[in-house]
Antibody, heavy 119, light 108 residues
């Protein structure tokens, strides 16, 4: 059974870089059938797609965040990571890692991790 | 970017009632639409993809319909475990993948 688990700091200072890792078990992130990505949800608000990667080398980002986001992967550790630079309080959210079918729907989610941006 | 609009924002219903949730796309997404259910403190759960294909383990009281710009999620007889927030998401034209703002189904 596929499981995804986010890890990383729960508190990040303004202007610094948010870094999270998703560890995948029960499945291979080098599968050609899926993308692996990140979605966030500010407290009490809706879902915002951040981006995803595919192990053919492609990556896709939300244009609203593209200049600040990098998603990368490490197949040897079955992990993929999110880096979001120059964070502000508006980046405070629960961050979910997730598996996307290549078409684009999302069939598996991590439990989510709250990241607060505050000094 | 395709904008997804859900209505109503909140729906107050009694257990056993039939519930209809709407999702509208700013341009055609054909049938490339998914629905998710999210309960407090939990990650979203996939209900439907392809507008009407039920995901694994989703009860038959849930149904999805629509194509183009207008979509509907119906719960034929609301159970206590169905009180949650429901989101639609288009995947016809991405990036970005875009979600609706959600409909909260609460107990009347």
């Amino acid at each position: 059974q596929l499981q995804l688990q986010e890890s990383g700091p729960g508190l990040v200072k303004p202007s610094e870089t948010l870094s999270l890792t998703c560890t995948v078990s029960g499945g291979s992130i080098s599968s050609g059938s899926y993308y692996w990505g990140w979605i966030r949800q500010p407290p009490g608000k809706g879902l915002e797609w951040i981006g995803n990667i595919f192990y053919g080398g492609s990556s896709y980002y939300n244009p609203s965040l593209r200049s600040r986001v990098t998603i990368s992967g490490d197949t040897s550790k079955s992990q993929f990571s999110l880096r979001l630079s120059s964070v502000t309080a508006a980046d405070t959210a629960v961050y979910y890692c997730a598996r996307h079918y290549t078409s684009g729907w999302i069939d598996s989610w991590g439990q989510g991790t709250l990241v607060t941006v505050s000094s | 970017e395709i904008v997804m609009t859900q209505s109503p924002g909140t729906l107050s219903v009694s257990p056993g009632e039939r519930v209809t949730l709407s999702c509208r796309a700013s341009q055609s997404v054909r049938s490339n639409l998914a629905w998710y259910q999210q309960k407090p403190g939990q990650a979203p759960r996939l209900l439907f993809y392809g507008a009407s294909t039920r995901a694994t383990g989703i009860p038959g009281r849930f149904s999805g319909s629509g194509s183009g710009t207008e979509f509907t999620l119906t719960i034929s007889s609301l159970q206590s475990e169905d009180f949650a927030v429901y989101y639609c998401q288009q995947y016809n034209n991405w990036p970005p993948l875009t979600f609706g703002g959600g409909t909260k189904v609460e107990i009347k």
